[in-house]
Nanobody, 119 residues
Framework: QVQLVESGGGLVQPGGSLRLSCAAS????????MAWYRQAPGKQRELVAT???????KYEDSVKGRFAISRDNYKNTVYLQMNSLNAEDAAVYYC?????????????WGQGTQVTVSS
């Protein structure tokens, strides 16, 4: 069974930085697209950034130039470096992963990590 374990959330002051990590573990043959989503209270979950297995990235407009998604294919881990954080970035952040195992291609989510931006 594949698990996605997130870490790195917390409380940060406006203008500060955080780095989120999400590690996939289990009997994985390969990993495809990985992504970060976020959900603020009372709002729908939204896509923040994506990265393909080849390293091609895309970002939601409000985070362009501030956030950077990356991955380590040897560690089956995706990262989200978040800089210049503001109150609108506060949310629960979820990683998303597509993987190939003995049952075929599957998708899954991390458990979520809270990001709070406050002075």
């Amino acid at each position: 069974q594949v698990q996605l374990v997130e870490s790195g959330g917390g409380l940060v002051q406006p203008g500060g930085s955080l780095r989120l990590s999400c590690a996939a573990s289990g009997s994985i043959f390969s990993i495809g697209n990985m992504a970060w989503y976020r959900q603020a209270p009372g709002k729908q979950r939204e896509l923040v950034a994506t990265i393909t297995s080849g390293g091609i990235t895309k970002y939601e407009d409000s985070v362009k130039g501030r956030f950077a998604i990356s991955r380590d294919n040897y560690k089956n881990t995706v990262y989200l470096q978040m800089n210049s954080l503001n109150a609108e970035d506060a949310a629960v952040y979820y990683c998303y992963c597509e993987w190939h195992d003995s049952s075929g291609w599957n998708v899954g989510w991390g458990q979520g990590t809270q990001v709070t931006v406050s002075s």
